[in-house]
């Protein structure tokens, strides 16, 4: 089912879809940002303090800092206003990257990112 939904997320941002616009001070905001190298793998950690309906986020990867690209989207977990945690796995052998950050997408189409952090 979660596949399903990332799939649909993907063809909906094709299309310039954002959902019902909402207001622009409603933001979620990312409070904290981890990543840890284990074995094979980097495990992306973050935080909000307070989420708003029909939003999700972008896993992004730089090797440079400066240029990011998109490696995956997370649903989120939809108008929890105390917050919540999140986890991405990510193959480290599979992308030379040193950079990472996460942006989160409203459902008005209004993006914020969190700091960058190196790993």
């Known amino acids: 089912m ?5 799939i649909l997320i993907g063809l909906l941002m094709l299309l ?3 959902g019902n616009a909402q207001n622009k001070n409603n933001m979620t905001n990312i409070t904290n940002i981890t990543a840890d190298a284990v074995n094979d793998k980097v ?3 973050w935080s909000t303090d307070g989420e708003m309906p029909t939003n999700y986020f972008k896993v992004q990867c730089s090797d440079d ?3 990011f690209k998109t490696v995956a989207f997370v649903l989120g977990h939809n108008a929890r206003p105390a917050g919540d945690n999140y986890k991405y796995e990510i193959k480290s ?9 996460i942006k989160y ?3 008005d189409g ?3 990112v969190s700091k960058i952090i190196q790993l």
């Open 2 to 6: 979660n596949t399903l939904k990332l």
């Open 93 to 101: 052998g599979s992308i030379n990257t040193l950079y990472y950050r």
């Open 105 to 107: 997408v409203a459902a």
């Open 65 to 67: 800092g400066e240029y």
């Open 16 to 18: 310039g879809f954002h």
């Open 43 to 45: 495990y992306i950690n």
């Open 110 to 112: 209004n993006e914020e």
